[in-house]
């Protein structure tokens, strides 16, 4: 539990003395389940990191492995299939693009879906603006507010797009779409080319907006009697603006 | 592409706008309907089934439910772009108990369901080990087993109305969330066979779907209770779930545990691929995202009665029922208000209660016809964890986080006995 947590459930307590006729039943007492909610050990610092080792686990027993089950794996194959990047930039593949390559690419691919600008049709993902927004009531996450890594749009890019042919387009042709993608949000010039050496170096916006888990953050409290000590119940929202209740949420199929 | 931000904020607010004018939908289908059925069939008479031969054995090699059960999974299309990177809804209304039928289990897929044949499948172990291995499904199969029950639910469950109350039931507001009989390897056997380099603190776990959704996985958690599943409910894993290798992370959200595993790499830092940046953070008031936000916290919800179940002609005796669940282990404790709140009542639950599994529960009520009433349900798990108010839960993360809304959720009954998906003041 955060120490924020702890000081909470102290000044939650007095409140509850105060409320006199409000009954808590016993609730089991609440234990630390920081090892339960954050399995492990992050760099020192504010934000989150990914250009530094994490610490591994203390204590680290396996069971003895059984001899004959598996094969061993060829570095041909595990190059085949090891697409990972990291936020480093570590793992990316030789080759280049630019974002004119990219823009001819991301007509032909993309625009269909994300937009001819990145702004993207119907329902489909923005990958363009939004900057400023993360602490309005629209926040828009898009490539430019919110990516927190350049090298990382590359392997999204070649992991799962084309959407409908994904990992079908060459590297260069990836470097060339990432490089585009970058562009459209202002992050590189338009005669910048994108390769593993550059890449890496592109600066995100939202590159420290990342923080690690902060729950529990609620009180731990277990009313049982009077416990809205008079006050009637108000309905805030009700549900039949939009739909009936029971129905399919008014448009659901089949 | 993938999409989950459309299950947030954009596209509710996309709908308050969209449907605020547009009036009611049309009424309740089939509500009545089979009510009192055909008198022919009833006491005195002898059926019709009973005065012929019906259907022998293997009729139905692999047999289905009753034909007049009508019970499907259901999706809502103003939520994603397309069926194929969408989600679908379990109709919690209609389980019993707490094992979800396959067939109902929510899905949730980023790239389509692939079609893999289980003689090309293969699982690669490889990164910061000892010996980098290919795995076929016969081997796996060869391992030692577990076989352990687990509620699986996506982190957005619930996550369209972090603002209000908008969904029509209880298949929406909660039903990315499914219980199965899991059954496969422990993650920790296969990092045996692989042996670990020094170092190691994080792994990547890969699918082969056409998203090839990526996720980091911490090594304490692997080395805990993970299993590498082939089996689902006592037959193979689904396709929908992951045919015919899933990855099941007991507690955590649903998207990491990654289906039609292909991939596991082990390395020394988390990879913060686009499914634990882009998506799956949880974005504060203050613009700070929370990640790496696996567990999800003790919840519940009453799914008798509820919109899809109302006590429309059923005024007297009500069994409220139930389902409670912590990605922190077992629960201990569900209390259960009809005030809003006011007043509160501990449930009985059904044994067996399991860690990190869905957990029944139930208690009477006496309905009388007219009575206005706030049903709501309050789980505790053995941390000590109590399920919030939305109010509290508000209060701390605002209402753009999409994820984790583990809230008390109010279904209000009528005096006609419709029961509507409501929020109220705290």
Same mark, same amino acid.
């Given at each position: 539990?955060? +120490? ?42 504010? +934000?989150?990191? !990914? ?6 686990? @203390? ?10 089950? $598996? ?30 390559? *990219? ?5 032909? &691919?993309?625009?269909? %879906?994300? @937009? ?13 603006? *939004? ?27 070649? +992991? ?41 170096? /592109? ?17 731990? /409290?277990? %009313? ?31 | ?12 607010? !996309? ?11 049309? @009424? ?27 259907? $022998? ?14 019970? /499907? ?29 396959? !067939? ?5 897929? &980023?790239?389509? /369901? ?7 499948? =293969? ?17 796996? =199969? ?7 029950? &687990?509620?699986?639910? %996506? ?56 998203? &090839? ?40 959200? @649903? ?18 691929? +686009? ?38 002609? #059923? ?68 941390? !000590? ?19 984790? #809304? ?21």
């Amino acid at each position: 539990m955060s +120490r924020s947590m702890r000081k909470g459930a102290l000044a939650g307590l007095p409140l509850l003395a105060l409320a006199g006729f409000a009954v808590a039943q016993q609730a089991p007492t609440p234990r630390d389940v920081s090892a339960l909610y954050r399995p492990f050990e992050a760099p020192p610092g504010e +934000r989150t990191r !990914g250009d530094v080792p994490w610490p591994a686990p @203390g204590n680290v027993s396996l069971p003895e492995p059984i001899p004959g089950i $598996g094969r061993p794996a060829t570095s041909a194959e595990i190059a085949g299939w090891d697409i990972a990047i990291r936020p480093d930039g570590a793992n990316l593949p030789p080759g280049r693009g630019t974002v004119q390559e *990219g823009e001819e690419l991301y007509l032909q &691919h993309c625009a269909s %879906c994300h @937009g001819d600008f990145g702004e993207g049709i119907d329902r489909w993902p923005a990958l363009m603006g *939004g900057r400023g927004s993360l602490t309005t009531d629209n926040p828009r996450r898009t490539v430019g507010s919110f990516w927190q890594h350049a090298p990382m749009v590359f392997d999204y890019i070649r +992991r799962a797009m084309p959407y409908t042919a994904p990992q079908s387009l060459t590297n260069d042709e990836y470097y060339a779409l990432t490089a585009y993608v970058l562009y459209l949000n202002e992050l590189i010039a338009e005669d910048a080319v994108m390769d593993r050496d550059s890449l890496p170096r /592109v600066e995100m916006p939202n590159r420290d907006g990342f923080v690690l888990e902060e729950r529990p953050d609620t009180e731990n /409290v277990a %009313c049982m009697q009077n416990c809205r000590q008079g006050r009637p119940v108000t309905v805030t929202m009700d549900s039949r603006q939009f739909v009936q209740p029971g129905s399919g949420s008014g448009t659901s199929e089949p | 592409m993938t999409n989950t931000p459309t299950i947030g904020s954009t596209s509710r607010r !996309g709908l308050l706008r969209a449907v605020a004018g547009a009036g009611a939908a049309a @009424g309740l289908p089939g509500a009545a309907a089979r009510a009192s059925g055909n008198a022919e069939n009833q006491p005195p008479n002898l059926p019709e089934w009973s005065r012929t031969l019906g259907p $022998g054995v293997i009729e139905e090699p692999y047999g289905s439910r009753s034909r007049h059960e009508t019970a /499907v999974r259901r999706y809502v299309p103003w939520l994603t772009p397309d069926r194929i990177s969408s989600v679908s809804f379990t109709p919690l209304a209609e389980m019993h108990g707490i094992i979800t039928p396959s !067939g109902l289990h929510f899905e949730r897929h &980023h790239g389509g /369901v692939p079609d893999i044949d289980p003689a090309d499948y =293969r699982l690669m172990i490889h990164g910061m080990v000892e010996r980098p291995l290919i795995f076929t499904l016969e081997d796996l =199969r060869r391992l030692p087993s577990v076989s352990r029950i &687990h509620f699986i639910e %996506c982190p957005a469950n619930g996550g369209m109305e972090w603002r209000g109350a908008q969904m029509s039931g209880v298949q929406y507001t909660h039903g990315m969330l499914s219980c199965s009989e899991w059954t496969g390897v422990l993650l920790r056997v296969l990092l045996a066979q692989v042996g670990l380099r020094p170092g190691a603190s994080w792994l990547l776990c890969e699918g082969s779907d056409a998203s &090839h959704l990526a996720r980091s996985v911490p090594l304490a958690k692997a080395l805990d209770d993970a299993i590498v599943a082939y089996g689902q409910n006592g037959e193979a894993v689904r396709p929908q779930q992951g045919y015919p290798v899933r990855l099941v992370l007991p507690g955590y959200e @649903g998207n990491m545990w990654v289906k039609w595993l292909r991939r596991i790499e082990v390395g020394d830092r988390p990879w913060f691929t +686009r499914w634990e940046t882009r998506t799956y953070t949880d974005l504060m008031p203050n613009g700070l995202s929370r990640q790496f936000t696996f567990v999800n916290e003790v919840n519940s919800v009453i799914t008798y009665p509820c919109p899809e179940k109302p006590l429309r002609g #059923k005024p007297g005796f009500v069994e409220i029922s139930g389902l409670a669940w912590s990605g922190a282990g077992r629960i201990v404790r569900v209390d259960v208000s009809v005030d809003g709140g006011d007043t509160w009542r501990t449930a009985e639950l059904q044994e067996p209660v399991l860690t990190k599994a869905l957990t029944r529960f139930r208690i009477p009520w006496e309905w009388r016809e007219g009575q206005v009433a706030y049903l709501q349900s309050r789980a505790i798990d053995e941390t !000590g964890r109590v399920q919030p108010t939305i109010a509290a839960l508000r209060k701390v993360r605002g209402v753009e986080s999409i994820y984790h #809304k583990n809230s008390i959720q109010t279904w209000l009954v009528e005096r006609d006995g419709t029961v509507v998906n409501v929020q109220i003041d705290a």
